[in-house]
């Protein structure tokens, strides 16, 4: 069995973004030479998430809203975990989008579903985080 491990690394501009890394775990997955296994991509990170939906940008102007709605970012007071920090929400948040996705390697691609794609959620950005890629199989 072959194992592959990549980090990805992103620094986003704005608090909370979403960002499509199809692309980035395709690559991977080809410099990775397997052709049949699992690939897993998880958030290295306790405030970003790592999920797969639709690759459509109203779609994702809903997640925020929804989100925002579930666990406002401000006021800050609101809660218990904001003594030290200002990100209990992008806490939140994280858990309610996930940490993983794993996906089946079919033939050296990866096996989506219709209109699947992959994206980092970010909910307290504005500096460095990790994504990490781990494939195992032959
Ligand atoms: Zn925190």
């Not at 940008?57 to 975990?81: C, T």
């Amino acid at each position: 069995m072959k194992s592959y491990r990549k980090e990805l690394t992103f620094h986003t501009k704005t608090r909370r973004d979403y960002i499509n890394i199809t692309s980035q775990v395709e690559s991977a997955l080809v410099e990775s030479g397997i052709r049949e296994g699992l690939c897993l991509v998880n958030a290295m990170n306790i405030t970003a998430s790592v999920f797969i939906n639709d690759n459509e940008s109203g779609l994702h102007r809903d997640f925020e809203r929804w989100l925002e709605k579930l666990a406002p970012e401000k006021p800050y007071n609101q809660y218990y975990h904001n003594g030290y920090e200002d990100n209990a929400d992008a806490h939140l948040k994280r858990s309610i989008m996930g940490r993983e996705a794993v996906l089946a390697v079919t033939g050296g691609r990866l096996d989506f579903g219709t209109w699947e794609q992959i994206f980092y959620g970010e909910f307290d950005g504005m500096r460095d985080k990790r994504v990490l890629i781990k494939i195992i199989g032959e």
